[in-house]
């Protein structure tokens, strides 16, 4: 990892309400023991290794869907200190907590559409109810267009995340890529106060990746 970090995606759950073959997170690989939800230590944790981090993300599974959601949501900025608190979902509980998701500087909601994968729901409508939900904030939701690949088809080139400055704490570890901890190997360091060095020893794992090119 050599580019600078400018984001940190906090993970707070590994439960998710949708089912896609090739999550890029890496949760259709992980089995139901290994699911969790963090509690408010582990983010005050977080806090004291990432505090002032220009963009932290909350990340999932589908974040949305932790218990505490709702309640941490109006934390989330303060508590790490950072210049923008942003958020990425799948968008299945806009329409259920709207008022939750306006504590956000930018939302990345993925488009999920039948073309996906068999069995896949739409979600444009719950997209579109929370854009008009706020209107006077039109930049809140940015709609991401994912095409689901099978791993089987994808190369070994690295994407625009292995050198976007986005870095993943997920389960205690820090993955030198935004979407790292997906790969699910030995590509991680323990961080410390010196994590910005401890960082740079490690590289994405490009060629195991979900969003290899």
Not at 27 to 56: C, E, P, R, S
Not at 78 to 101: A, Q, V, Y
Request: glycine share 8%; aromatic share 14%; charged share 20%.
């Amino acid at each position: 990892m050599q580019v600078p970090v400018n984001i940190v995606q906090i993970f707070i759950t590994t439960h998710c309400n949708m089912r896609c073959p090739d999550c890029s997170c890496g949760m259709q690989v992980m089995t139901k023991k290994d699911k969790y939800f963090v509690d408010w230590d582990y983010l005050v944790n977080a806090a004291k290794l990432f505090y002032g981090v220009d963009t932290i993300s909350i990340m999932g599974g589908e974040p949305s869907m932790h218990p505490k959601f709702t309640e941490w949501s109006p934390k989330f900025k303060e508590l790490f200190g950072c210049r923008f608190l942003t958020l990425e979902s799948n968008g299945t509980l806009f329409d259920k907590i709207p008022d939750s998701f306006g504590h956000y500087d930018k939302i990345f909601a993925t488009h999920y559409h039948k073309d996906m994968f068999e069995g896949c729901p739409e979600n444009i409508d719950k997209i579109n109810y929370l854009k008009a939900y706020y209107p006077d904030r039109p930049n809140l939701v940015w709609v991401n267009e994912i095409t689901h690949v099978p791993r089987t088809n994808r190369g070994t080139n690295p994407c625009f995340r292995a050198t976007s400055g986005g870095i993943a704490y997920e389960g205690g570890k820090l993955y030198p890529c935004a979407v790292g901890s997906g790969v699910r190997t030995n590509n991680f360091i323990i961080p410390t106060t010196n994590w910005r060095e401890e960082i740079k020893t490690v590289y994405p794992k490009c060629s195991d990746c979900y969003f290899a090119i």
